[in-house]
């Protein structure tokens, strides 16, 4: 497997426009989490989703910050409109119930967001 | 909602030597601890994890202990390498109900040469 894979790495873009970041999860794993990773603030959990449903969003900052998972293979991050203060690398995870019942994360390479 | 506290925030040891990480967790009910490694411009790898029911793990040249009645967990690298340096974040989250994991603000090893 090609791991979890990440759109774009890179993404600069001026202040007002939107943004969408796109995360395809390791297949067979039910379970997708985005984080954001800042100096200030660490890792942060934004959203995770079980079998395509959002069961808790209430890391998501505002309402500017939307997610969807249309299927088991694609989830999307928007920001609309952007701001400065959301530049920040934005990891997208997928994950499985492990043997033990445990929350095994394996993490894609990141979005590596800049808003001027 | 959990709380994860990492020391030291930073951590510079010579090659050869070990290095010691150390987490404490506010919620009793947690009872998995996984241990991600970052590298310059990479995602968190699992290095390592230990669940509630054991005491210390080791896998090669690290290891983890977990004291579960004073809610702390270590990492343990011993004979560090160059290859060592990087980002290492703790984690804790519960079994069932809650498959959120709770990060360490994350401690930057510097392996010398």
């Known amino acids: 497997d090609a791991g979890v894979i990440q759109s774009p790495r890179h993404e600069v873009t001026e202040m007002g426009q939107e943004v969408t970041l796109r995360c395809k999860p390791i297949s067979g794993h039910d379970y997708l989490f985005w984080y954001r990773q800042t100096m200030m603030r660490g890792l942060e959990l934004l959203i995770y989703?079980?079998?395509?449903?959002?069961?808790?969003d209430s890391g998501m900052p505002e309402d500017r910050f939307s997610a969807k998972m249309p299927n088991a293979s694609f989830s999307t991050l928007k920001i609309q409109p952007s701001e400065p203060r959301d530049s920040a690398v934005y990891f997208c995870a997928s994950s499985f119930l492990g043997g033990s019942g445990a929350n095994v994360l394996t993490f894609g390479a990141g979005s590596r967001l800049t808003v001027l | 909602g959990e709380n994860v506290e990492q020391h030291p925030s930073t951590l510079s040891v010579q090659e050869g030597d070990s290095a010691v990480i150390k987490c404490t967790y506010s919620d009793s009910a947690s009872n998995y601890f996984p241990w991600y490694k970052q590298e310059l411009g990479k995602g968190p790898q699992l290095i390592i994890d230990?669940?509630?029911?054991?005491g210390e793990k080791k896998d090669q040249r690290i290891a983890v202990t977990l004291n579960k009645t004073a809610k702390h967990f270590s990492l343990h690298i011993t004979e560090t390498q160059p290859e060592d340096s990087a980002v290492y974040f703790c984690?804790?989250?519960?079994?069932?109900?809650?498959?959120?994991?709770?990060f360490g603000a994350g401690t930057t090893v510097t392996v010398r040469a």
């Open positions: 989703f079980n079998n395509n449903v959002p069961i808790d």
């Open positions: 984690a804790a989250s519960k079994k069932i109900g809650d498959y959120k994991l709770s």
């Open positions: 230990i669940r509630s029911n054991v």
